[in-house]
């Protein structure tokens, strides 16, 4: 840790850097992922589904610099090349090849359910090891991914309910 004068024991500060870095390698990867699917994708709806890949990309990116922000204002510092995203992120790693829109739509919300769930979580902990502000910040990200998760799956196939179908 560098020195700051920030007010959260040392301790705390360590624990939200490292939970923070653990989910800036996954944002990384993530945003990478959301930018394959971009490139690639293919099929109806072809150019809705290709430009809101590209507005998720965006929020994402900015999610990455927001978690890397956090962890340097603790006093930590961002780990966030392409390398130590590839050695520590937690997702699923995309399957390259995919040229169907329903394809790439199934893997892109896989991708951003998996991360907001770990978003949720690690808010959870961040509460729980007591800094508020960093718990606070994942929480944001979490409403935010939870949004871009909603866009995507809207461009899903419909499938039937059988209960609504049902009288």
Known sequence: MHATHNRLPENIRAQSADLLNL???AAIDLHGQVKQAHWNVRGPG???VHELFDDISGV???YSDKI???AGGLGSTAFGTVQVATERSF???YMLGVTDVDQDIFAVSASLAAFGQTIRDAAAQATV???ADTADLLTELSRGI???FW???SHAPAKTDVRAVRK
Request: net charge negative; glycine share 4%; proline share 4%.
């Open 23 to 25: 989910h800036l390698a």
């Open 46 to 48: 072809f150019m809705a």
């Open 60 to 62: 994402v990116e900015a």
């Open 91 to 93: 997702l699923v790693p």
């Open 68 to 70: 890397a922000e956090r």
């Open 146 to 148: 939870d949004r871009q």
């Open 129 to 131: 090891f007591g800094d």
């Open 151 to 153: 866009f995507v799956e």
